[in-house]
Structure formats: C-alpha cells, structure tokens
C-alpha cells in the first residue's frame, strides 16, 4: 500500500505565500507524474500543477507565474511553491501521484488534503 501525506496548509493573507509539502511512502517501485489539485466548496476539483519524474511541468493559467512545483525523486516528495496568494485560491488542496507499487502499471493515489484559506 501506498500514502501520501500532505502538509503546510494554512491562513493566509491576500498577497502572503505557502509552501505545500507531499510525501509518499510504503511500496513504491516508482512515481511517474506528481501533482496538486484543489477543490472549493460547490467547485468540482481542478488541477493546478503537475510535474514528471525528468521534471517537466504543468500549470493551470489561473497561478502560471504564482505558483512553483518541484519534487525530490530521492525522497519520493512534491512541493508546491504558492506566492502571492489571493482570496479565489482558496479551497482544499489535495496532492496526486501516479505510483508503480507491488502491480504491473501505474496507479493513482491521493493525500487526505490540506486546507489553504486566503482571507484578510
């Protein structure tokens, strides 16, 4: 089995920055993409960010320039760098990674979410 464990959410104010942190762990042979998504109150859950293993990436356009992921293959962990942060990026992000566990193709596990809340 495999987890993955978020972490870094929080309040913040319009303007003010968080770095979300993901950790896999358990039986993994390898991780292809990793990525976060978030989901609002009444909002079906949306990508944000997404990054390979060679570390290509994806933004959505809504935080393209605000927003920065990264990951540390070695410690099987995707971050995402999240700077002037504004009230509509509110909502509950959940980390994503395609995982090669103990089967013969790659599966889709999730965090438990971390709450971000951008509010004067």
């Known amino acids: 089995q495999v987890q993955l464990v978020e972490s870094g959410g929080g309040v913040v104010q319009p303007g003010g920055s968080l770095r979300l942190s993901c950790a896999a762990s358990g039986s993994i042979r390898s991780i292809n993409v990793m990525g976060w998504y978030r989901q609002a109150p009444g909002t079906e859950r949306e990508l944000v960010a997404s990054?390979?293993?060679?570390?290509?990436?994806y933004y959505a356009d809504s935080v393209k320039v605000r927003f920065t992921i990264s990951r540390d293959n070695a410690k099987n962990t995707v971050y995402l760098q999240m700077n002037d942060l504004k009230p509509e990026d509110t909502a509950v992000y959940y980390c994503?990674?395609?995982?090669?566990?103990?089967?013969?193709?790659?599966?889709?596990?999730w965090g438990q979410g971390t709450q971000v809340t951008v509010s004067s």
């Open positions: 990054i390979t293993s060679p570390g290509s990436t």
């Open positions: 994503n990674a395609f995982v090669l566990d103990g089967s013969n193709w790659y599966k889709p596990y």
